[in-house]
């Protein structure tokens, strides 16, 4: 009587009917979830778009300057950084969620932001060279700040920085925020002190990242989280030597 019962009901699943009319339902199932899944396939464009992203924004540092060059209109640069902060925010927003943030995105991303930022400081001393020279003591330590943590990093891990902090996503926000002031509204004001002396100190946490970290690693919310990783990969007998 089983044998009987089973052969009854593998007749039924492969035969028509509701049944198999389910069965196929889950394979079609399965196969739209391998169409829209990245991690089965590396030319998805989910792998494509946050890297599109990056790119974008990138771009738009010497396409600000040729707005300025090109335009008055303090708005248009505005949304341009408008444009950049939410590229910056969702390209790794939309990479975790799709399991595809790769160290070579996460780099890519700090670099974009670097060239991105490295062409609104030319909007500024070509739109508002006073802004520029009332603060020039604050602005030569920051560039230092960030040029000699890269170098630092490169020089430890052949490789930039690329922690993505919770102070560096802070700094992202004071930044967009004073430069959407003083392009778009020609607001000089504590605004853009704070975003710099912020940038600064994030630099400060980058240095102490890399000195403390034995090997290359990306996003690092904190110095505390760098700490415990040191004392995780000293556990695990990683080599702590600069």
Not at 50 to 66: K, N
Request: hydrophobic residues 55%.
């Amino acid at each position: 009587m089983k044998l009987l019962a089973l052969t009854l009901l593998v007749f039924k699943l492969i035969g028509p009917g509701p049944w198999r009319d389910a069965r196929v339902s889950l394979q079609l199932g399965e196969r739209w979830r391998r169409l829209f899944s990245a991690e089965t396939n590396p030319d998805h464009w989910k792998w494509k778009l946050p890297a599109a992203m990056v790119c974008f924004r990138a771009a738009l540092g010497p396409g600000i300057v040729l707005i300025s060059l090109k335009s008055r209109s303090g708005l248009l640069l505005a949304g341009c950084v408008v444009a950049a902060l939410v590229s910056d925010v969702f390209d790794g927003v939309l990479a975790r969620r799709w399991h595809v943030d790769t160290a070579r995105l996460r780099v890519g991303d700090t670099i974009a932001d670097t060239i991105f930022y490295a062409g609104v400081l030319v909007v500024i001393v070509l739109r508002y060279p006073a802004a520029l020279r009332g603060r020039w003591v604050l602005f030569a330590m920051l560039i230092t700040a960030e040029v000699g943590q890269h170098l630092f990093a490169f020089a430890k891990f052949g490789r930039n920085a690329s922690y993505h902090s919770i102070l560096a996503k802070c700094w992202g926000l004071w930044m967009a925020a004073a430069t959407i002031g003083l392009l778009g509204f020609g607001l000089d004001n504590w605004l853009l002190d704070v975003a710099i002396a912020w940038g600064i100190i994030c630099n400060l946490e980058g240095f102490a990242m890399t000195l403390v970290l034995p090997k290359w690693r990306h996003d690092i919310l904190t110095l505390g989280h760098a700490l415990r990783m040191r004392r995780t990969l000293e556990s695990q007998g990683e080599y702590l030597g600069v």
